[in-house]
C-alpha cells in the first residue's frame, strides 16, 4: 500500500522529508502546511503538493495517512496531538517534545486513538553504530565499564539571528535538544537508561543570542554500573570539530567518531573488529551550518516498512520520551550549579 504523507513546517529539514517522501516508491506526498503562507506555497510547488490553508484542513485531509511534524521543538507535542486525534499516524522531528510531560500526553493520544508515533533519530543508522550494536546484541564487548561522549561543534551568530525560534527557551529548549539530543539517543539506544551524578552548564559564547546554554560537562551512571561522560559545546572555533562516543569494555574499547558519529576512529578488540562498513551518507549541509547526518531516507522508508506491517518503528515514543526525560534531568543536575 502507499503510504500517503502530509507535512507541518516547510523549513530546512523539511525539505529533507520531502526529497525522500517524493523519490520513495511506496510513498505519495499529499499536502503541507505552514503558518507561513508564502513559504507553503512554494515549498508545495517545488515537491508537487497541494498546499493546505490550516493546520485542520491538512489534519482532516481524507487521503494522508501520516503527518510529519517539522516545527520548532516548542509546538511539535500540540500539533501532534492534533495529528493523532484527528485519525493520523505521525512521525515527529527530534527532540519528540521539551518535556516528559508532554511525551506522555502525545503517547495518551496515539493510544487511544490507535494510531503510530514515530520519532526522527536518522543517526542509529550509520553504519558504525549498527556495527557497534550489532556486536552488543550479540555479547561481544563483555562487561561496559565506561562511555565517553564528545560533541564539540560550532553554531555561529548567523544560526541564531536568521531562525525565529533557534537559541529560544521556548521553542528550542537548549543545546541538548536541538543539537545534542541525536548523541543521548545513541548511548540510549546502545546501552540503555542512565542517571546523572553531576554537571555543570554555562553559555560561554552566545550571550545575547541564546537563552540557554551553549556548553556543558556531565558525569553519569548506566544501569548497568558502567560509567559515563559527556562533554558538549556550541562554541567549538570556526566549525564542527567532532562528535564521538568512547566504548571502553572488557573485551574492546571502540571509538565512533568523526563529525557525526559517522566514521570507526579507534578500536582494539579481542579478535572482532569492525570492517567493510558502507560509506556514510553525507551530513545535511545548510549553508551556514553543517546538522547530522541524512539518514532521512531510511525513516521514510522504515515508516512505508511499519506502516505496510513489514517492519517494526525505529525509534519509538517510548524511546524518544526517554530521550527527553534524560535531557531534562542532565538539566536539572546542570541549572543547580550554573
Ligand atoms: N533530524 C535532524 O537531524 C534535524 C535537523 C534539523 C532540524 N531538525 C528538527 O526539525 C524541526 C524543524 O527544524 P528546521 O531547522 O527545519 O526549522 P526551520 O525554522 O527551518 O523550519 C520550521 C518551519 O516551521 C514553521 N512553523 C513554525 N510554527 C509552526 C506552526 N505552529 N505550524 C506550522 N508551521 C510552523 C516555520 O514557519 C518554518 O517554516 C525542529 O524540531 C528541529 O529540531 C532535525
Not at 79 to 105: F, R
Not at 212 to 223: A, I, L, P, S
Request: glycine fraction near 8%; aromatic fraction near 10%.
Amino acid at each position: 500500500m502507499t503510504i500517503r504523507f502530509g507535512i507541518v513546517g516547510c523549513g530546512y529539514i523539511a525539505n529533507r522529508h520531502a526529497r525522500h517522501i517524493v523519490d520513495h516508491p511506496g510513498a505519495q506526498l499529499i499536502s503541507a502546511f505552514d503558518i507561513d503562507a508564502d513559504k507553503c506555497e512554494k515549498y508545495s510547488s517545488e515537491y508537487g503538493a497541494k498546499p493546505s490553508a490550516t493546520l485542520q484542513e491538512l489534519v482532516s485531509h481524507p487521503e494522508i495517512d501520516i503527518l510529519t511534524i517539522c516545527t520548532p521543538n516548542g509546538n511539535h507535542h500540540e500539533i501532534a496531538i492534533q495529528a493523532l486525534e484527528g485519525g493520523k499516524h505521525v512521525l515527529v522531528e527530534k527532540p519528540m517534545a521539551l518535556s516528559k510531560a508532554q511525551c506522555q500526553q502525545m503517547i495518551a493520544a496515539a493510544e487511544s486513538n490507535d494510531r503510530l508515533l514515530f520519532v526522527v533519530k536518522q543517526n542509529r543508522f550509520n553504519p558504525p553504530v549498527q556495527a557497534l550494536k550489532r556486536l552488543i546484541d550479540e555479547n561481544r564487548l563483555g562487561k561496559l565499564y565506561m562511555v565517553n561522549l564528545n560533541c564539540y561543534w560550532n553554531r555561529n551568530e548567523a544560526y541564531y539571528t536568521n531562525s525565529a525560534w533557534k537559541g529560544t527557551k521556548d521553542l528550542d529548549g537548549g543545546t541538548l535538544f536541538t543539537q545534542f539530543s541525536h548523541f543521548v539517543d545513541i548511548f540510549y539506544y546502545l546501552f540503555g537508561d542512565i542517571e546523572p551524578l553531576s554537571g555543570v552548564i554555562a553559555n560561554q559564547n552566545h550571550q545575547g543570542l541564546i537563552e540557554f546554554e551553549d556548553t556543558g560537562c556531565f558525569t553519569f551512571r548506566f544501569n548497568s554500573g558502567a560509567l559515563g561522560n559527556f562533554a558538549y559545546t556550541t562554541a567549538a572555533y570556526d566549525r564542527n570539530m567532532e562528535g564521538s562516543i568512547s566504548v571502553f569494555a572488557e573485551n574492546a574499547t571502540i571509538k565512533i567518531g568523526g563529525k557525526y558519529l559517522n566514521t570507526i576512529d579507534y578500536q582494539a578488540t579481542n579478535g572482532f573488529n569492525i570492517s567493510d562498513l558502507p560509506i556514510s551518507g553525507p551530513a545535511n549541509n545548510y549553508g551556514h551550518y553543517e546538522g547530522s547526518m541524512s539518514n532521512h531516507d531510511k525513516i521514510i522508508h522504515n515508516v512505508v516498512e511499519t506502516l505496510n506491517g513489514r517492519e517494526s518503528i525505529m525509534t519509538n515514543a517510548h524511546e524518544g520520551m526517554k530521550v527527553v526525560e534524560i535531557i531534562e534531568k542532565f538539566y536539572r543536575i546542570g541549572e543547580l550549579r550554573s
